[in-house]
T-cell receptor, first 112, second 114 residues
Framework: DAGVIQSPRHEVTEMGQEVTLRCKPI?????LFWYRQTMMRGLELLIY????????DSGMPEDRFSAKMPNASFSTLKIQPSEPRDSAVYFC??????????FGEGSWLTVV | QQQVKQSPQSLIVQKGGISIINCAYE??????FPWYQQFPGKGPALLIA?????SEKKEGRFTISFNKSAKQFSLHIMDSQPGDSATYFC?????????????FGIGTKLQVIP
């Protein structure tokens, strides 16, 4: 199994631009999570899906952030417009119920 | 509100020494306590986990000690090696009522020096 696949691995963009991060989950995992990691706040859960349905988006920082999961094989996290404070590592992770979360290698975002 | 408090945030240990990372939780509904290990440039990966029906779990050089009454748990790395240098996250979740979110600690950056 290839694990959770994220793209792009690195993204540098200018403030105000739209950023789209992509995730291919592990086949058969019903749960998909988007996390953000920063030095100051550690790992923050932004949103999670169960069977492609968003369950809890209370961690999404503001309306500039949106996430979709159109099918079991694909999810996106979009930031529009991006701001320098969005610079972080964004992880997609998946889980089969109920225990182990499998993380991707992350998308390193820098907004200048 | 930080539901899982982790300390220290950084730790330097000599090769062969014991690394100890502590975590405390508030939510008594938590019933699953995993530890994740993250190497630079990688995502976190499950290292070891414990449920509150036991007070200790050991896997190789890694041991979790769990104190339910104090609502604390800790990771001990025996005979620490330079290859153990990574960031370690404790976490907690509850299985009651179906799937619940995993709450992570802030992380501890461990450096093992030769």
């Amino acid at each position: 199994d290839a694990g959770v696949i994220q793209s792009p691995r690195h993204e540098v963009t200018e403030m105000g631009q739209e950023v789209t991060l992509r995730c291919k989950p592990i086949s058969g995992h019903d749960y998909l999570f988007w996390y953000r990691q920063t030095m100051m706040r550690g790992l923050e859960l932004l949103i999670y899906f169960n069977n492609n349905v968003p369950i809890d988006d209370s961690g999404m920082p503001e309306d500039r952030f949106s996430a979709k999961m159109p099918n079991a094989s694909f999810s996106t996290l979009k930031i529009q417009p991006s701001e320098p404070r969005d610079s972080a590592v964004y992880f997609c992770a998946t889980a089969g119920f109920p225990d182990t979360i499998y993380f991707g290698e992350g998308s390193w975002l820098t907004v200048v | 509100q930080q539901q899982v408090k982790q300390s220290p945030q950084s730790l330097i240990v000599q090769k062969g020494g014991i690394s100890i990372i502590n975590c405390a939780y508030e939510n008594t509904a938590f019933d699953y306590f995993p530890w994740y290990q993250q190497f630079p440039g990688k995502g976190p990966a499950l290292l070891i986990a414990i449920r509150p029906d036991v007070s200790e779990k050991k896997e190789g050089r890694f041991t979790i000690s769990f104190n339910k009454s104090a609502k604390q748990f800790s990771l001990h790395i025996m005979d620490s090696q330079p290859g153990d240098s990574a960031t370690y996250f404790c976490a907690a979740s509850s299985s009651s009522g179906g799937y619940q979110k995993v709450t992570f600690g802030i992380g501890t950056k461990l450096q093992v020096i030769p």
